[in-house]
């Protein structure tokens, strides 16, 4: 800012008319390069558990409606965010519980982190869940969950309220009955549209897939299928995204969603993308190492259910000491529509 007087009095004069002047802002609205207010971070999922466990005994999930504890990026302080555009959550559901049904115009991702056999119901549907499962809750449908197991439950949220916020246009709706009716069997939505066969004459007005359960041990079984070729991509090791069985694209419109499978003594390049990103391990281990604003170089150790966040440009690099799983989701979806997305690979 001017510490010209004159300037200044132009600027207090020009101000109560609600103007001000664009020079004085330009570099930092035009930046040169993204520039987030984000760090890389790492939950490890043995430190935070007893924390998760602990919300079970302080509220219930009816009385809290969703039972989540934030995984707040450290340099997003106080704004319900893991990365700019996208919310992060470790929601917990204990036996005999019932998270009750509603919908919102934000878009969910359920990625199952510890448990097995509690269900989500989308608009009419259970699908069970098992570890590693990737399951979708897209825009304004309605969703309850339930565990009818006789142990807890935990699975990572991902919602794109941050976008939804940006724009206004956040709608939300309670169900009449803490439970929607299931209209359709278990298995319905997967035996439709994604066992490589459509209903003839299909169409569909819903952005989003609409399988809304991926199971990780199908995944897991083409990736093992896909490693024996040895492809290793030197930045992703092997990277597979979910796709839309409908067009094969994003299985979401808001969020993308891939898995990598890193395999052992793997020494990843250096890379960075405008999306920041968020990372699960669903097994094996590794290192994360990233170049931060300034050169300085950070490293995170992560194992199976930890979580980790990586900034928009910012340079990472992964090395796995063994095989390794990584499920991942970021903007990409939204940045691609747009022409925003960009990525730079370093040397290998």
């Known amino acids: 800012m001017s510490t010209d007087p004159a300037r200044?009095?132009?600027?207090?004069r020009i101000g109560s008319a609600s103007l001000a002047p664009l020079w004085e802002v330009m570099k930092a609205l035009v930046a040169k390069e993204p520039k987030s207010a984000a760090v890389a971070h790492c939950w490890r999922y043995a430190d935070i558990r007893p924390f998760v466990l602990e919300a079970g005994q302080v509220i219930s999930a009816a009385e809290a409606e969703r039972r989540v504890l934030i995984l707040e990026n450290p340099g997003l302080v106080g704004q319900s965010r893991i990365t700019n555009t996208l919310y992060a959550g470790l929601q917990l559901i204990l036996p005999g519980e019932v998270a009750p049904a509603h919908r919102h115009t934000q878009s969910a991702l359920r990625f199952v982190v510890e448990g097995s056999g509690a269900y989500t119901a989308v608009d009419g549907e259970r699908t069970f869940m098992q570890p590693g499962d990737f399951v979708i809750t897209p825009s304004w449908t309605w969703h309850d969950h339930g565990n009818e197991t006789a142990e807890p439950m935990v699975w990572l949220d991902g919602l794109d309220i941050p976008i939804v916020g940006f724009f206004e246009?956040?709608?939300?709706e309670?169900?009449?009955?803490?439970?929607?009716?299931?209209?359709?069997q278990s298995g319905d939505a997967q035996a439709r549209f994604g066992e490589g066969l459509l209903p003839l004459g299909h169409t569909s007005v819903s952005k989003a897939s609409p399988v809304f359960?991926?199971?990780?041990?199908r995944a897991r079984e083409a990736l093992e299928k896909l490693r024996r070729a040895q492809d290793w991509d030197p930045w992703h090791g092997l990277a597979m995204r979910y796709a839309n069985p409908l067009d094969g694209g994003w299985a979401m419109p808001t969020i993308g969603t891939w898995l990598h499978y890193l395999?052992?003594?793997?020494?990843?390049?250096?890379?960075?993308?405008?999306?920041?990103?968020?990372?699960?391990?669903?097994?094996?281990?590794?290192?994360?190492f990233v170049f931060a604003p300034g050169g300085r170089l950070e490293s995170f150790d992560f194992g199976p259910r930890d979580t980790f966040v990586v900034p928009s440009w910012q340079w990472r690099r992964f090395n796995a000491s063994q095989d390794c799983v990584l499920f991942a989701f970021s903007d990409r979806p939204v940045q691609e529509k747009l022409g925003l997305w960009r990525e730079m690979r370093g040397n290998v």
């Not at 359960?213 to 041990?217: E, F, I, S, T, V």
């Not at 395999?263 to 994360?288: H, M, Q, W």
């Open 169 to 172: 246009a956040s709608f939300a």
């Open 213 to 217: 359960n991926y199971p990780y041990a």
């Open 8 to 12: 200044q009095e132009f600027y207090a």
């Open 263 to 288: 395999p052992r003594n793997f020494s990843g390049a250096p890379y960075r993308s405008t999306d920041a990103t968020v990372f699960s391990c669903i097994e094996g281990s590794g290192k994360l």
């Open 174 to 184: 309670s169900y009449a009955d803490e439970m929607q009716q299931v209209a359709r």
